[in-house]
């Protein structure tokens, strides 16, 4: 079962970053693991005018909106770690620490074979945590 789990959860992240990039977000990171979190995602954004937008994107699948859904399961411990793990990776990229950056959730529900997805853009921010 747990094969089946984390084989569906890449099967998700896989299909929202091509969301993401069909929307013009380029890729940095996949799965960057730091002690005590992990970000599914890094993107960068650089549709607006400046420097381009660092995003940190974590993605969220239920199968069912029964619970609230993958969104409302990112409670503030969750917050934290991905604030931290984000914090790692600006440091393990210099170039990138003084981009704007944003946390946005990929919430994916129903058949994970063809997910519908909700794209929330600056789902929180680290200040908040």
Same mark, same amino acid.
């Given at each position: 079962?747990?094969?089946?789990?984390?084989?569906?959860?890449?099967?998700?992240?896989?299909?929202?970053?091509?969301?993401?990039?069909?929307? =013009?977000?380029?890729?940095?990171?996949?799965?960057?693991?730091?002690?005590? =979190?992990?970000?599914?995602?890094?993107?960068?954004?650089?549709?607006?005018?400046?420097?381009?937008?660092?995003?940190?994107?974590?993605?969220?699948?239920?199968?069912?909106?029964?619970?609230?859904?993958?969104?409302?399961?990112?409670?503030?411990?969750?917050?934290?770690?991905?604030?931290?793990?984000?914090?790692?990776?600006?440091?393990?990229?210099?170039?990138?620490?003084?981009?704007?950056?944003?946390?946005?959730?990929?919430?994916?529900?129903?058949?994970?074979?063809?997910?519908?997805?909700?794209?929330?853009?600056?789902?929180?921010?680290?200040?908040?945590?």
């Amino acid at each position: 079962m747990a094969v089946d789990r984390r084989a569906r959860g890449r099967a998700v992240e896989v299909a929202a970053r091509e969301l993401l990039r069909r929307a =013009g977000l380029a890729e940095l990171a996949t799965n960057a693991n730091y002690r005590g =979190g992990e970000l599914d995602l890094v993107m960068q954004d650089a549709s607006r005018p400046g420097a381009a937008t660092v995003v940190f994107v974590e993605v969220r699948y239920r199968r069912s909106q029964a619970f609230g859904g993958g969104t409302a399961s990112i409670d503030a411990g969750k917050r934290r770690r991905l604030v931290h793990a984000a914090q790692r990776f600006l440091q393990d990229h210099p170039t990138l620490v003084d981009a704007p950056c944003r946390f946005d959730v990929v919430d994916a529900q129903g058949d994970p074979d063809a997910p519908q997805f909700e794209w929330i853009r600056d789902a929180f921010r680290a200040d908040e945590v």
